[in-house]
């Protein structure tokens, strides 16, 4: 099902930091970019999951680091970053990835508190980890950043507004930074996942998840292994014309 071929070691000499790589799309991402020769920072506020993987990639001969990061404040991502650039000695590749679901409701009800934690995580979250990765990358020699955005970020979903306002801002954040970086060094994208069988979708009931299966053309969710390769190309050189656009890793989903 996967793409088998080895494009691989493309990525010996970089350094990578992968947001909420502790799991799902960010665990695959990060296993996808070590078998390609990165050095990885695993971030994630799961300090036990990062441990975890960052063990698993140096077990498969990576370099690799956990380390703690919240992305909702932006002296967690500060001192996160400058930790992966000590250990790791730079910094050339980033996926902010890390993001929460949420519960359905309808806007006129819904949660203060969930529309903050939402936006805080899935947006600000975003924003801190450019504002400190592109100093970084940018001191390394250039590279690429990839933003992990959703198929709710180019389109509205009921229910879902807190989660489809900040995932349409990432998009919007990743325009604005592509245009700043391009001619310094930086590829900076976004990638738009469909619905993917992560642990974000553990909560989610039998009947919810028939409904969102038949809504992918594919007749089925998506694999973390199948966003983390649409990741690695982005943040390859094969990419080099590729800035500040947006792709889709959906399963015909948005094809409707
Ligand atoms: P997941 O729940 O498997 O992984 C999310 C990771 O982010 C976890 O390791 C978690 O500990 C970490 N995280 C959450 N909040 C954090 C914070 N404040 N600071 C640091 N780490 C934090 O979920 P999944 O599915 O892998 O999601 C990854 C990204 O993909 C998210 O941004 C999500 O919105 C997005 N996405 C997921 C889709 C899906 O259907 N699974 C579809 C479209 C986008």
Redesign the pocket.
């Given at each position: 099902m996967l793409p088998t071929a080895d494009y691989a070691r493309e990525f010996i000499g970089k350094t990578a930091l992968v947001?909420?790589?502790?799991?799902?799309?960010?665990?695959a991402t990060a296993r996808r970019l070590a078998a390609g020769g990165a050095a990885v920072a695993v971030?994630?506020?799961?300090e036990e999951?990062a441990r975890t993987v960052a063990a698993e990639l140096k077990a498969g001969g990576a370099r690799a680091l956990a380390v703690h990061?919240?992305?909702?404040d932006p002296e967690s991502v500060r001192a996160a970053v400058e930790a992966s650039v000590e250990d790791l000695g730079g910094l050339h590749l980033a996926v902010n990835?890390?993001?929460?679901?949420i519960r359905g409701q309808l806007t006129g009800d819904h949660s203060l508190d969930d529309w903050s934690r939402v936006i805080a995580?899935?947006l600000d979250?975003v924003f801190y980890s450019l504002r400190y990765e592109l100093p970084a990358i940018l001191a390394s020699g250039g590279g690429a950043v990839v933003n992990?955005?959703?198929?709710?970020g180019t389109n509205g979903t009921p229910g879902q507004s807190a989660?489809v306002a900040a995932?349409h801002g990432v998009l919007g954040l990743t325009k604005a930074a592509a245009l700043e970086y391009a001619a310094k060094g930086v590829r900076i994208n976004a990638v738009?996942?469909?619905?993917?069988?992560?642990?974000?979708?553990a909560a989610a009931s039998a009947v919810y998840r028939e409904r969102i299966t038949a809504e992918h053309a594919v007749g089925r969710?998506?694999a973390?292994e199948e966003?983390a390769e649409l990741t690695a190309f982005l943040l390859s050189d094969r990419a080099s014309f590729v800035h500040g656009s947006c792709h889709l890793v959906d399963g015909g989903y948005s094809a409707h």
């Amino acid at each position: 099902m996967l793409p088998t071929a080895d494009y691989a070691r493309e990525f010996i000499g970089k350094t990578a930091l992968v947001t909420g790589g502790a799991s799902g799309i960010g665990l695959a991402t990060a296993r996808r970019l070590a078998a390609g020769g990165a050095a990885v920072a695993v971030a994630d506020y799961n300090e036990e999951g990062a441990r975890t993987v960052a063990a698993e990639l140096k077990a498969g001969g990576a370099r690799a680091l956990a380390v703690h990061l919240d992305v909702t404040d932006p002296e967690s991502v500060r001192a996160a970053v400058e930790a992966s650039v000590e250990d790791l000695g730079g910094l050339h590749l980033a996926v902010n990835n890390a993001g929460i679901g949420i519960r359905g409701q309808l806007t006129g009800d819904h949660s203060l508190d969930d529309w903050s934690r939402v936006i805080a995580t899935n947006l600000d979250g975003v924003f801190y980890s450019l504002r400190y990765e592109l100093p970084a990358i940018l001191a390394s020699g250039g590279g690429a950043v990839v933003n992990i955005s959703s198929v709710m970020g180019t389109n509205g979903t009921p229910g879902q507004s807190a989660y489809v306002a900040a995932k349409h801002g990432v998009l919007g954040l990743t325009k604005a930074a592509a245009l700043e970086y391009a001619a310094k060094g930086v590829r900076i994208n976004a990638v738009a996942p469909g619905f993917i069988d992560t642990p974000i979708l553990a909560a989610a009931s039998a009947v919810y998840r028939e409904r969102i299966t038949a809504e992918h053309a594919v007749g089925r969710l998506g694999a973390a292994e199948e966003v983390a390769e649409l990741t690695a190309f982005l943040l390859s050189d094969r990419a080099s014309f590729v800035h500040g656009s947006c792709h889709l890793v959906d399963g015909g989903y948005s094809a409707h």
